[in-house]
């Protein structure tokens, strides 16, 4: 796990800029892999086969689920786009660097996910913020149902690659593009 330091997120809405504290919490460094979660559930529901990639068809239950069976939860959405910008304030935490070494999306993902930890992490360590697959979180949006998903996937422009970048699905819904990672308030010991 990544320890992820306190500060302030400056929220910026269609009407209105809000500033939200993010205590310190822990993240896991990779999203969930399909080996890790055979492991802790017993199945692996993917559609796209291979052992470290990114598990997905996984509902938001079924991520819920695998982060209490290993003593974890899910993000909210605002601790979700606090590690993934690691400190920066551009739209992509990588700034203006190729996107095609940050990120598995549309232009470079050949229509499928990758093993975990393949592209260059951000400036905290964390791989795969962007890109890969959507990741759920424990946010439910307020004026949209569903519950709120970060990070694009491999399917996405690279628009949908923005550490701002959300959409909503009802949380009973899998698809092969939606995976999750973990986070703790207390480091946790784990290969992740």
């Not at 500060?7 to 460094?29: C, H, P």
């Not at 068809?57 to 993000?75: H, M, T």
């Not at 913020?129 to 709120?148: A, P, Q, R, Y």
Request: glycine share 6%; charged share 25%; hydrophobic share 35%.
């Amino acid at each position: 796990m990544v320890s992820i330091p306190s500060g302030k997120l400056i929220v910026s809405t269609e009407y209105r800029s809000i500033e939200k504290f993010i205590d310190k919490f822990f993240m896991d460094r990779f999203e969930v892999t399909q080996e890790s979660y055979q492991i802790i559930i017993g199945y692996n529901p993917s559609f796209f086969v291979g052992k470290k990639r990114p598990v997905e068809k996984v509902n938001w239950f079924d991520a819920v689920e695998y982060c209490l069976k290993i003593g974890k939860r899910l993000p909210n959405e605002w601790e979700w786009e606090w590690a993934s910008r690691s400190g920066a304030t551009s739209k992509f935490y990588w700034g203006e660097k190729d996107p095609k070494l940050y990120s598995w999306f549309k232009k470079n993902s050949e229509k499928k996910t990758h093993p975990v930890g393949q592209k260059t992490p951000n400036s905290y360590g964390l791989f795969d913020m962007s890109g890969n697959v959507w990741e759920w979180t424990d946010s439910f949006h307020e004026t949209m149902s569903g519950k709120v998903l970060r990070g694009g996937s491999w399917r996405n422009s690279i628009n949908a690659m923005k550490s701002s970048k959300w959409i909503t699905s009802l949380p009973i819904h899998r698809f092969h593009y939606v995976g999750f990672r973990c986070v703790s308030s207390r480091l946790m010991s784990n290969n992740n």
